[in-house]
């Protein structure tokens, strides 16, 4: 009987595929190929044929195996995803009641990354061969060669100042043959002792803190160091150890942050340059980054939220720079926070992640004050120089002009600055020329035909555009209400109207607007911050681009246009952010030599947030803030989640929401708010409505809303929903 013969017994599988089901499915393996858990392999789904992996489930033994499809594709030079890998992705899963295939599609982004790059024709020395003549050309290629390592002809020419037809000489006269290389070697090792700065006394105290942290299991380590303070250089001393004890290493920052004069440091202080990973990169160095993570050739990375996904071989160390920063919160796809997620990947595998920050979360330092995180203060700059002396401007009183957006004592400051040779920055965090734009005669607006946003004037582009949807359209002449001509006015003030005002005001200065839309794209971008580094510019007006992690030796001056901008929102973190974003980017001056100013625009100089800043009294602000959340039961405190029902419909999509709200099953220790329709009611044509469910911290709201979900109205007809775990964006 066939059945009994083992030669015939048929191996099965399951395997993650990237599509949001709950579970794996099961897959025959191909006859002589074998697979392990972590394995990757192609596997035929419905009409085509997608990315998996073998995982740790049992797989369906009751289903019989002549029904099954088999695996089309073993990519056995790949090494399996290891078992803290695979934790890692069904722990995230779990957390953020994603589907374990959707998290794997994140560690599988690269299918190039999959397959050895195919090698590429090199030339090599014939041993003992020599030339019938030997030309100067010809000894030049010949002593460049001396190493006997194989070059490509292009290198080789290039390296012995020759033409490529002396290199054809040689292989002509069979002093040189034709050989296949790898096409990428193996990017140069980081050098522990490259150069060393010597270290103020409080950052060795926390370098030898974080190095006592190695070998010892998870342990998370915060830095909280004023700007200027030499957290960079006290982590890189981690790298150091991580390197030491031969692990890898990832440095998270936010994806802005991530620029020229990082990687130039990092050169500075290692010899070589980080891999890097973020979504600028091009295919084909992603797939190198990849590769040689995976093997381990690749030590130190680079990367924004997405590279915790990457498959390590041997992860020891995770720094997440400007742990504060919102934008390690991913808000589609699977929601998840990359700060939180790198915390449980060092736990997972027992490895110290180091998190650091001038303004930290309010979460982090209530982890601190009880003794969950180790904790590490540089309360002093590095070069000695002052924290800005900061004043704030009531605009109620001392205000600009009509039709101006900066206070006379801001120019006031600006103009003495810029007689002094120093540089300025003019802060305001909103893109293009103006927020909105009205007509005069009959008073219509400008709206988005999409989403519930007013459309911003990019004058530069000359168009009218939707910051949530990308929606573009010319700047009409007519009022496409009452079609008077010339009747358009702008209102309010975004990055390219400050711009000119200060060229206007200052038609000397050397005028610079860094704003993440500029065209050009992030190479330009580059550039610029480069010119700005080198003190190129003289007044430079940029969005919360500028505000992180930047080192601008010659500013001494930031004006924040608008300190009032991010105190409305109905976000329980608006006064937390607005603080740590003020006083990032005032903290951008005079690091280096001290004097630095800084000036905040302000309507409310009585709110907390600004007395805060004007006082530097950071501890006093967390410790309010501390109190607020504790009483309101808010994170850290209490724990949120949110469920976005969206929809084409409108009312359809409510009256979902209602019935969603309705099902919840009762439960004391769970507040449910909502449905309210959300602050951003419509995004590319959906309408949205948002429930949040409240908990106290030790409830497990994952598994309440599970229930929830399971047992209540299931989306249709194009309504979508999506939960989001600590939520950090309520719009
Ligand atoms: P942070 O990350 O805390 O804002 P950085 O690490 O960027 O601070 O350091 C600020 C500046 O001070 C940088 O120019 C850095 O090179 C310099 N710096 C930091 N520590 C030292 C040190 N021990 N010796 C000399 N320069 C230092
Ligand atoms: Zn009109
Ligand atoms: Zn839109």
Avoid at 367 to 381: H, I, S
Avoid at 452 to 463: I, M, P, Y
Avoid at 611 to 617: G, I, Q
Wanted: hydrophobic share 40%; charged share 20%; aromatic share 6%.
């Amino acid at each position: 009987m066939l059945f009994d013969d083992p030669d015939f017994q048929e191996t099965i599988a399951s395997v993650l595929v990237p599509v949001a089901v709950a579970g794996a499915y099961t897959y025959k393996v191909p006859p002589g190929k074998s697979v392990v858990p972590g394995t990757i392999v192609k596997v035929p789904l419905g009409p085509r044929e997608v990315i998996g992996a073998v995982w740790d489930i049992e797989p369906d033994a009751a289903i019989n195996p002549k029904k099954l499809k088999t695996i089309s594709h073993v990519y056995d030079t790949t090494p399996p995803l290891d078992a803290d890998l695979r934790r890692f992705v069904d722990w995230v899963a779990n957390w953020t009641l994603g589907a374990p295939g959707m998290v794997l599609r994140m560690v599988l982004r690269s299918e190039e990354a999959l397959e050895p790059e195919a090698p590429v024709p090199g030339v090599r020395r014939i041993e003992g061969a020599e030339p019938e003549r030997l030309t100067p050309a010809r000894g030049r290629v010949l002593a460049t060669m001396e190493d006997g390592f194989a070059w490509t002809k292009s290198g080789l020419a290039h390296a012995a100042g020759v033409s490529t037809s002396v290199i054809d000489g040689l292989l002509q006269q069979e002093v040189l043959e034709t050989v296949l290389m790898p096409a990428a070697p193996p990017p140069p090792k980081p050098q522990l002792d490259y150069a060393q700065k010597p270290l103020t006394p409080a950052q060795q105290v926390a370098v030898d803190g974080l190095t006592a942290c190695f070998g010892k299991g998870s342990t998370v380590a915060l830095i909280d160091g004023v700007t200027g303070s030499g957290k960079t250089e006290v982590y890189f001393e981690a790298i150091a150890e991580a390197l030491r004890r031969g692990k890898q290493t990832l440095v998270l920052l936010p994806e802005i942050a991530l620029t020229e004069q990082f990687l130039r440091r990092f050169e500075q202080r290692f010899g070589v340059y980080p891999a890097e990973w973020h979504s600028q990169i091009t295919v084909k160095n992603r797939s190198r980054v990849w590769r040689g993570v995976a093997s381990g050739d690749v030590q130190v990375v680079i990367g924004a939220r997405s590279a915790l996904f990457l498959p390590f071989k041997d992860l020891g160390l995770i720094i997440v720079d400007e742990e504060h920063d919102a934008a390690f919160k991913q808000d589609d796809r699977v929601p998840y926070s990359a700060r939180d997620m790198a915390v449980v990947r060092g736990h997972l595998s027992g490895f110290p992640v180091i998190l650091a920050s001038a303004t930290p979360s309010v979460e982090s330092i209530v982890n601190a004050e009880v003794g969950r995180y180790k904790l590490f203060e540089l309360p002093e700059r590095a070069s000695g120089a002052a924290l800005p002396e900061l004043t704030a401007i009531d605009m109620r009183q001392d205000g600009p002009e009509r039709g101006r957006w900066l206070a006379p004592g801001l120019v006031q400051g600006i103009a003495s600055t810029y007689a002094e040779g120093g540089q300025s920055l003019l802060f305001l965090n909103r893109r293009g020329y103006a927020p909105l734009t009205l007509c005069r005669t009959c008073g219509h607006r400008f709206q988005c035909a999409h989403c519930s946003a007013w459309l911003v004037e990019h004058r530069f582009q000359k168009k009218l555009v939707c910051h949530h949807c990308g929606h573009q359209e010319p700047v009409p002449k007519a009022c496409p209400s009452c079609q008077s001509v010339d009747s358009l006015v702008a209102c309010g003030p975004g990055v390219e109207r400050i711009a000119e005002e200060v060229s206007e005001r200052f038609p000397q200065a050397r005028v610079l607007v860094l704003s993440s839309d500029i065209a050009g794209g992030p190479d330009r971008l580059k550039r610029e911050m480069k010119i700005v580094e080198e003190g190129g510019a003289d007044i430079v007006i940029g969005t919360q681009l500028v505000a992180k992690g930047h080192n601008f030796p010659l500013m001494k001056l930031v004006g924040v246009v608008d300190a009032d901008l991010g105190l409305a929102h109905g976000d329980p973190r608006a006064a937390e952010k607005t603080f740590q974003l003020l006083a990032q980017v005032t903290g951008r001056a005079g690091r280096v030599t001290g004097g630095g100013k800084g000036f905040l625009q302000t309507y409310n100089a009585d709110h907390p947030v600004i007395r805060a800043l004007l006082s530097s009294d950071k501890k006093a602000f967390y410790q309010a803030e501390i109190e607020a959340r504790r009483a309101a039961g808010l994170p850290p405190f209490g724990r949120l989640a949110a469920v976005i029902v969206s929809g084409p419909d409108r009312t359809f999509a409510e009256g979902f929401s209602r019935a969603l709200a309705r099902a919840a099953p009762p439960d004391q220790a769970v507040t449910l708010l909502g449905p309210a329709e959300a602050a951003l009611a419509m995004v590319r044509g959906r309408y949205r409505f948002r429930l949040l469910a409240m908990a106290p911290r030790q409830y497990d709201l994952q598994a309440y809303l599970r229930h929830w979900l399971s047992t209540g109205p299931k989306p249709t007809k194009g309504l979508r929903l999506q939960v989001d775990i600590d939520p950090q964006h309520f719009l």
